[in-house]
Every structure is written in C-alpha cells, then in structure tokens.
C-alpha cells in the first residue's frame, strides 16, 4: 500500500473532488442560485450610481440584456457568539461595495444548519471591473475602518473566496407564476 505525502494530501484537499472542496463549491452554487432567485434584491443594486451589468459575450449587450457574469462569492467561518458582530459587519458592506463599484448580491447570516458559516456575493462584469473595484476599496475609509473592526472584535475565523463566471441566460430569473 503506497502512502501519501504532504503534496499528495494539499493535491487531495484542493481537489475539486475532495468531500471538502465539493462541499464548498456546492453550497457556493447552492446560495447563488438562491440569490438569484430573488431578482427583488438586484433591482436595488441596479438603481445607484453603478452602472448596469454588460455581459462580456458579444452581441448581449447589443440586446439589451444586463448580466453579471462574474460573482464572488465569500464564505465566512465566524464566531457564532459574535453574530450581531458579523451581520454589523455586513450592513457596512451594504454601503461600501456598491460605492467602490461592486453589484453587491447579499450578505448571509446563518439561520438553519450551521450556526457559524455567513456568505457574502457580489458580482462584477468583468475581471477588468473586479481590479478596478479592488483598488477603490483598499483607498474607501469606511472600507479600512470595517477592516479594522473586523480585525479587532475576531468574529471572522476563516475566509474562502471563490469566483465563479455566470452562465448567460441564467442569472437573475424570477420565479413563474
């Protein structure tokens, strides 16, 4: 029986078919497609001063279809004795992203199940507007001060980010009926 090393065991972890890497990328998709489904939520998101969402594809934009076509979405382990903390944390966000030029889906706090994993979606049109939004919220101070917070009260325990690209014509449709 061959053993394993310590590469084999970070290959096996960052596997998209490791347990806990699927794990991930399932709830991840779970709750975008959950965000997606309450197309209520971006209505606000589109009436600010950020510009509408264009698909990066040719020939969409041209149809006048406004898609986002790359969501991050954040996974946080937090402390669940500092649930006031991390959803005061999120309400920030609420202000700060849409202002560095984010389309904020949401922020989730857990309710039912885990009582320690929150989420945070948002979602750029394009790698370009990701960069830019990058550099606006590392110079935003209300930005730096929800850092900061964060950092100080320790509610935050883990981070993962993950990007995933939206495919067209499945982003944002509402329910039938």
Known sequence: MATMG??????RESSPRSPARRGFLVDSLVLAIAGAA???AFAATRDTAVPPLASSRPGTAAQGNSTMTIVCIIRYEIDPTQRDAFERYAQAW???IPRCGGHLVGYFLPWQGTNYVGWGLIA???LAAYETYQQ?????EE???NFEFAQRQRFILREERNFVEVVDGT???PAAG
């Open 143 to 145: 930005g730096e001060e």
């Open 94 to 96: 609420g202000r700060i």
């Open 38 to 40: 309450t197309p209520q």
């Open 136 to 140: 606006r919220i590392r110079s935003d």
């Open 124 to 126: 750029f049109d394009s």
């Open 171 to 173: 982003f944002g449709i």
């Open 6 to 11: 310590r590469g084999d065991e970070q290959e």
